[in-house]
């Protein structure tokens, strides 16, 4: 099976090139702020176009969201910088489940990956050379940073899975009075949920491919 990503151009149309016949593809549509969309069983026939066509829906939200961007506990709309804060509810019902897709969803925020461990983000544009010196943009779990520093944050490691977490937060821009020097392009923060050792709960998260063989 084989994944494909892409972005809507400014219509609000997306394309996908040279695509094998079949009978069984999935095409999903993820956004920030609305509503997961998916078409299954989508069919592509050779030498004939398939249109296929989605309305979103704003997601649910709730009235107020509280981050934590400047060491200190404020509500989204009051705090004073470019952010994207991004709530569990919203990576669990979009699918963000790694850094890639997470790119996917936050504005000015793209995604490479150079090799199996490392990923290379930039935030506006700016990224670090992976000839090494001065990180560009930090990468944060809870208060503790985990930028690699041996390329000067040109590669981001792998955090895996964004699995339980309370949210993230993008901070678009330079943030070198919180967050040092090395977050010229921005910071990223990821914030891990607190343990509730009053009551016992455990979640799964599992995820499924459908593969077809050419019987030729």
Do not use: C
Request: hydrophobic share 35%; glycine share 12%; charged share 20%.
């Amino acid at each position: 099976a084989r994944t494909r990503a892409a972005s809507t151009d400014a219509s609000g149309e997306f394309r996908f090139d040279a695509v094998a016949p079949g009978s069984d593809y999935v095409i999903e549509v993820v956004q920030l702020g609305f509503g997961t969309q998916r078409s299954d069983g989508v069919v592509v026939e050779i030498g004939r176009t398939t249109t296929v066509r989605f309305e979103l829906a704003v997601a649910a939200m709730s009235e107020s969201l509280v981050v934590t961007a400047t060491r200190r506990e404020t509500e989204l709309m009051d705090t004073p910088m470019a952010i994207t804060s991004v709530s569990s509810y919203e990576l669990d019902e979009q699918a963000i489940i790694d850094v890639r897709r997470l790119a996917q969803a936050v504005p000015s925020m793209t995604y490479s990956s150079g090799a199996s461990t490392y990923d290379s983000i930039a935030i506006r544009g700016i990224a670090s050379s992976n000839l090494g010196g001065s990180s560009m943009v930090t990468m944060y779990v809870d208060e503790v940073p985990v930028t690699d520093m041996v390329s000067g944050g040109g590669r981001q490691p792998g955090t895996g899975g964004l699995y339980d977490l309370e949210r993230v937060e993008v901070l678009r821009g330079p943030q070198g009075t919180l967050f040092g020097e090395g977050s010229i392009g921005g910071t990223i923060r990821y914030i891990t949920k607190d343990a509730d050792l009053n009551n016992f709960e455990f979640n799964f998260r599992g995820t499924g491919e459908i593969a077809s063989e050419s019987e030729d």
